[in-house]
């Protein structure tokens, strides 16, 4: 038997957290998970376009993480779940730090800021990079709204951030394409 995807029982623009707690599909919470969930179709149409196969692969465990992330703030804080839910861990910020300072070390210092673009690869990490700092813009909303979320959480999408940055500065390099510097306009 196949498993039906619609339930109709969104239809009346209320969802349920994991746990049973039916909420608006405006709520905090859902806005929250449901970016999270945006920034990971972002982060695998970008592994789709990247040819360094290592790249490739830290995309794929982001996105695993990200599923991890998503369970996690879909999951009403004041029930337990009947299911064991995936862990996020310290040691998971502490790989994308070290993925971060592998790409630095072959990277030339920013003497200037640079425009997302050059090659549809690295707009679209640049792409990645502004959801998943809507991502954490919402991830502090709820913790500043009272509504319990990991503060691993947090910590793991700010860093997230920092990581696209700098892969879509790396993928250029690999790409051979040149950054492009911002040019402020002044006034004369």
């Known amino acids: 038997m196949a498993l039906k995807i619609y339930t109709r029982t969104g239809d009346a623009g209320h969802t349920s957290l994991i746990g049973g707690t039916k909420v608006p599909k405006s709520h905090l919470r859902i806005d929250t998970y449901g970016t999270v969930d945006e920034l990971n179709s972002h982060i695998g149409f970008c592994a789709d376009q990247l040819k360094d196969h290592e790249s490739v692969l830290r995309l794929k465990e982001i996105q695993d993480r990200l599923f991890t992330i ?13 299911m064991r839910m995936p862990d996020l861990l310290q040691s998971d910020v502490d790989q994308l730090e070290k993925w971060i300072d592998q790409m630095n070390e072959v990277l030339p ?19 990645s990079r502004c959801v998943c700092r ?4 919402l991830c502090v909303a709820l913790q500043d709204g009272e509504h319990f979320i990991d503060p691993l959480v947090i910590k793991y999408i700010n860093r997230l951030s920092d990581y696209l940055f700098v892969l879509a500065r790396y993928s250029g390099h690999l790409l051979g394409v040149a950054e492009i510097p911002w040019k402020p306009r002044v006034k004369q």
């Open 109 to 127: 210092p920013m003497k200037f800021f640079i425009l997302p673009g050059g090659h549809m690869a690295i707009s679209s990490l640049h792409i």
């Open 70 to 82: 998503g369970a996690s703030l879909a999951t009403d804080p004041e029930k337990e779940p009947l």
């Open 134 to 137: 809507r991502a954490e813009r």
